[in-house]
């Protein structure tokens, strides 16, 4: 019985090659980043429009974590995950905006937001160098180029958040 196989032994050896296939391709799944957490409720605005905000927000997020992912895994998907991070980006800084101007009872909402998108996480040039249109239609012009690099992904968050809040009158839209 000792050269004979067993259904133990078969069922070791599936196992074996299982682990061996699954094991090959564990980083590129655990390279997909954290899961993105659902807001908080608040009992505030469980009835309220902005908390459909936070779940927009919310899917936003996670469409634009897979997408990223797919960029810096294997070079695709860039134009989607750079208008993704404008749409997170431009949702969470009208979020942020509209809780400065109300109760305290929203700090749960502002800490997720800092999860979704970490304020003051990267930093910001503003071109104090450079005349602010020419900032603004510099920082489209990347917008309108194809990210396929993590480098590329780094210009794009840099224009988004030049566009985005950083440069006086500047909204989401696209320049004329």
């Not at 296939?21 to 908080?40: D, T």
């Not at 509209?98 to 990267?122: F, T």
Request: charged share 25%; aromatic share 8%; hydrophobic share 40%.
């Amino acid at each position: 019985m000792d050269g004979m196989l067993t259904r133990r032994r078969v069922t070791c050896g599936m196992a074996g090659i299982a682990a061996a296939c699954v094991s090959g391709g564990l980083p590129a799944i655990l390279s997909i980043g954290p899961r993105v957490p659902l807001p908080p409720a608040s009992p505030y605005l469980d009835d309220h429009y902005i908390m459909e905000e936070f779940h927009a927000l919310y899917r936003t997020a996670r469409d634009e974590r897979d997408a990223f992912h797919a960029l810096a895994t294997y070079g695709d998907r860039g134009m989607e995950w750079s208008r993704l991070y404008l749409i997170k980006l431009d949702a969470v800084t009208a979020l942020r905006d509209w809780l400065d101007r109300n109760a305290p009872w929203e700090h749960a909402l502002k800490s997720w937001l800092d999860v979704i998108h970490p304020d003051g996480s990267e930093q910001w040039t503003r071109a104090h160098d450079v005349d602010g249109r020419e900032a603004y239609d510099a920082a489209w012009a990347i917008l309108d180029t194809e990210p396929r690099t993590m480098a590329d992904a780094a210009r794009h968050r840099r224009a988004a958040g030049l566009i985005i809040g950083k440069m006086p009158g500047a909204g989401s839209g696209h320049h004329a």
